[in-house]
């Protein structure tokens, strides 16, 4: 079975610093898909970033970025110049191929310290 | 543009009472939907997931069951409350096979 974990439960950065979040993965398949979820104080889970496993290239999405590791099965978010707007949770989630099921990971409690 | 309405926003029920928590989408036919569980520290659990009218399949047995008697309605019921469904719901949606959620605003559960 897939299994998404995520090590570290919390994480605090500086307003205009950079954080990086690590997360990764278990899973024997090649066709896959990941995801980074936020989930602020109001609960609404917002997609941040989405990364198809065939595409050698990182994902990005203006000042969210991954770092893609495919062969050590690791998927990290990075976010630049954070804001106080960033301070949220945020959830890595896996996809098999074909079969629009998300598994989560258990999520990182990022703070933003003005 | 497609929006997911989900409600109520916060429910408190005692044990052993019944329950009905809806989500609908707009703007879109045929959607993929899904019911997921958030528990107080933990991840999202899959409970259930939809492919269209009438078909449900279910993740984790438990006191809860799902429904669609519409294409855009989702509902999630259970006949008598545990203390341990108590939780976070959230609907979701996705217009496409691996394309990624889009969730509701989800229903604050609490049962006493």
């Known amino acids: 079975a897939q299994t998404v974990t995520q090590s570290q439960p919390e994480m605090s950065v500086q307003e205009a610093e950079t954080v990086t979040l690590s997360c990764t993965y278990d899973?024997?398949?090649?066709?896959?898909?990941l995801f980074w979820y936020k989930q602020p104080p109001s609960r609404q889970m917002i997609l941040v970033i989405r990364q198809e496993a065939y595409k050698q290239q990182n994902a990005t999405e203006n000042r969210f970025s991954v770092n893609f590791q495919k062969a050590a099965k690791s998927f990290s978010l990075k976010i630049s110049d954070s804001q106080l707007g960033d301070t949220a949770m945020y959830f890595c989630?896996?996809?098999?191929?074909?079969?629009?099921?998300?598994?989560f990971g258990t999520g990182t409690r990022l703070q933003v310290f003005p | 543009s497609q929006t997911i309405h989900q409600w109520p926003a916060t429910l408190v029920q005692p044990v052993g009472s019944p329950l009905s928590l809806e989500c609908t989408v707009e703007g879109t036919s045929n959607p993929n939907l899904y019911w997921y569980r958030q528990a107080a520290g933990r991840g999202l659990q899959l409970l259930f997931y939809s492919v269209g009218i009438g078909q449900i399949s279910s993740e984790v047995p438990q006191n809860l069951s799902a429904s669609r008697p519409q294409d855009r309605q989702f509902i999630l019921s259970s006949k008598k409350l545990l203390l341990s469904d108590s939780g976070f719901y959230l609907c979701?949606?996705?217009?496409?096979?691996?394309?990624?959620?889009?969730f509701g605003s989800g229903t604050r559960l609490t049962v006493v």
């Open positions: 899973t024997s398949e090649n066709n896959y898909y």
């Open positions: 979701a949606w996705s217009p496409q096979v691996n394309y990624g959620y889009t």
């Open positions: 989630a896996f996809m098999m191929g074909n079969t629009d099921k998300l598994i």
